[in-house]
């Protein structure tokens, strides 16, 4: 009979290809985790992993293996998160992955109010980028993640929260119009400042200033908002930020910041989690807990009915 061990054992082997690794991740010794996706191989009666001098990697009956492991231990993780927390909204360990251009602009307004309303909650969190965080999620290691939307798979369900609008940050002068509203395909590529690559504002900058040619681009990429916002300050350039971002980030009178012309540059930040999962309960009020930390003025999105698609607002048959 298959263990739950063995496809646990199985399945970080999957994701890591080395059995030191592996062995690591599962807090076993690499005998250990060995011996048990040989037993698995035994019990199937299919070679599961082609071992190599040069290492491991999975047979193509491996591969199928590895993702019927993936939704069965899912599955599991969700049948005991239902039998943990089906009595109380929000209670026990909540496990939240967040993207660094959100996590430090909005957890400190966000979490005074979920521990006033949820005391019982012990908020675990993980501040990455997003492809990061939706493999882990996707895995089970978190639960929810706070992040730009769209996130693509079907696997996943999406609750859309706010829109935050992109400001274009410059140096100050004295002869700059704040109130000029720019067109986004005036922005000179050359000076545009950016986040190194895999952080999804940087692409959502590249997506909304159309113009830019790939030749034309800064190579300048850093990996934090609070790096690029002193670049602009000492005129080397300018960057879009966030308006969730501002209030934080631009502290020094060498920045201006300039909306754009409408519509209005903008990200949907919302929340994502596994559509199996049994706590929607919980992340509609954690989702409640953010919307009320926020400031008045903020763009708040309405609740999606069942099968809504958030960026045109009907239905996929509609």
């Not at 935050?164 to 720019?182: G, I, K, T």
């Not at 050359?190 to 909304?208: P, T, W």
């Not at 992340?283 to 763009?299: K, M």
Request: proline share 6%.
């Amino acid at each position: 009979m298959i263990t739950l061990r063995q496809l646990r054992y199985f399945d970080a082997l999957a994701r890591h290809l080395h059995f030191g690794r592996a062995a690591e991740a599962v807090a076993v010794s690499q005998p250990a985790l060995s011996m048990q996706v040989r037993e698995l191989e035994a019990i199937l009666g299919i070679a599961l992993v082609e071992r190599r001098t040069s290492g491991i990697r999975l047979t193509a009956e491996g591969e199928e293996i590895a993702r019927r492991a993936q939704r069965i231990l899912s599955e599991t993780r969700d049948l005991l998160d239902y039998g943990r927390h089906a009595s109380e909204v929000m209670s026990g360990t909540l496990r939240l992955g967040i993207i660094p251009s959100i996590a430090p602009y909005l957890l400190p307004r966000i979490l005074p109010t979920l521990t006033r309303s949820h005391p019982h909650v012990e908020l675990q969190l993980r501040e990455t980028l997003t492809q990061a965080l939706v493999g882990e999620l996707l895995q089970g290691e978190l639960d929810v993640i706070l992040a730009a939307l769209p996130v693509a798979g079907a696997e996943f369900e999406t609750r859309p929260l706010f829109q935050d609008r992109f400001l274009l940050a410059v140096q100050s002068r004295p002869n700059l119009d704040e109130r000029q509203r720019v067109d986004p395909r005036t922005v000179n590529g050359s000076s545009l400042l950016l986040l190194e690559e895999g952080h999804c504002l940087r692409d959502q900058a590249l997506n909304y200033c159309e113009g830019l040619q790939p030749t034309a681009r800064s190579g300048f990429g850093a990996t934090s908002l609070s790096t690029v916002m002193q670049m602009v300050a000492a005129g080397y350039g300018v960057t879009l930020l966030p308006e969730l971002c501002a209030s934080v980030e631009v502290r020094d009178e060498r920045v201006a910041l300039l909306r754009f012309e409408e519509p209005q540059p903008q990200r949907t930040v919302g929340l994502v989690w596994r559509r199996s999962s049994p706590r929607k309960r919980d992340f509609e009020a954690l989702g409640s807990c953010i919307l009320e930390a926020l400031d008045p003025g903020t763009q708040l999105l309405p609740p999606l009915a069942v099968g809504e698609d958030f960026r045109t607002g009907q239905r996929p048959d509609a």
